[in-house]
């Protein structure tokens, strides 16, 4: 809630906020128009929202206590290390990437990466549950085009052709990877996994509970079979198709023919 006594200190934080969005948008925009400058703009802007940041802790005095202003610099801390470990995770993968790397990208000294992580596989965990927690929202993950009245083909084309370029979505790959080449070690990875397919299950169920009702047809209120074969369909076309368009071309993938088939699914 804002803080009326504070309206600068309230000011300077939300403007880093501002600043730290407007870092990722402009670096993603960068990266596909002028990559050699991509990066000195997402790590200019980085600075920018930091230092905002900093000034906006200074300012807040004696509307914060101390500690207060010490855990809102933390968790800025932990949050600007895996947006940048996101990053290179996906550049690079589990294996070629390094610690050295991911601090190099968040602007913090490696120090700072251990004082959050212990280790470079406890980051590479830590992004994996923050990005996939977005599938296990009460709410369900969404498929842009996709609703209960039916699919949209043409705008789930297209989010499935930007999805191509899209950074999160060789990470995705690179969680199932690791996954699969440590098995020993991917007891969580695969929790996280399995959470987030069953809010995937569950959102595909709700949209056959609304079709029912739309169409005045009983329906099973729980999940089927036949919700979870659909789910699994989904989740293979999603993260195969937009990456085959991309590595064999239109002659043998295309992203429409994903939505097509999702639409099938979803039928």
Request: proline share 4%; hydrophobic share 45%; glycine share 8%.
């Amino acid at each position: 809630m804002p803080d009326d006594r504070d309206p600068l200190g309230a000011a300077s934080r939300a403007l880093a906020d501002a600043a730290a969005q407007l870092s990722r948008a402009l670096g993603a925009q960068a990266r596909n128009a002028v990559p050699e400058v991509s990066e000195a703009i997402a790590h200019g802007l980085r600075e920018a929202a930091r230092g905002i940041a900093d000034a906006s802790e200074s300012l807040a005095g004696s509307s914060d206590d101390t500690e207060q202003r010490r855990r809102r610099k933390v968790d800025r801390t932990r949050a600007d290390l895996l947006d940048a470990a996101a990053r290179v995770f996906a550049a690079r993968g589990f294996e070629g990437a390094s610690v050295d790397d991911v601090a190099a990208e968040a602007g913090y000294t490696k120090g700072a990466v251990y004082s959050h992580f212990g280790s470079k596989r406890e980051l590479f965990l830590a992004v994996a549950r923050d990005r996939l927690a977005d599938a296990q929202e009460p709410s369900g993950p969404v498929l842009p085009g996709v609703g209960a009245d039916g699919v949209d083909v043409a705008a789930l084309t297209d989010a499935l052709t930007r999805s191509a370029d899209d950074p999160r979505l060789l990470l995705a790959v690179e969680f199932l990877a690791y996954a699969l080449r440590h098995p020993g070690e991917s007891a969580e990875l695969a929790a996280v996994y399995a959470r987030a397919f069953e809010a995937l299950v569950e959102h595909v169920a709700g949209l056959r509970r609304a079709r029912d009702a739309r169409d005045g047809r009983a329906s099973d209120p729980g999940t089927t079979q036949d919700d979870r074969d659909a789910a699994l369909g989904v989740v293979a076309v999603v993260n195969f198709a937009p990456l085959g368009a991309r590595l064999l071309g239109d002659e043998h993938i295309t992203t429409a023919s994903g939505a097509r088939l999702i639409a099938r699914l979803l039928a």
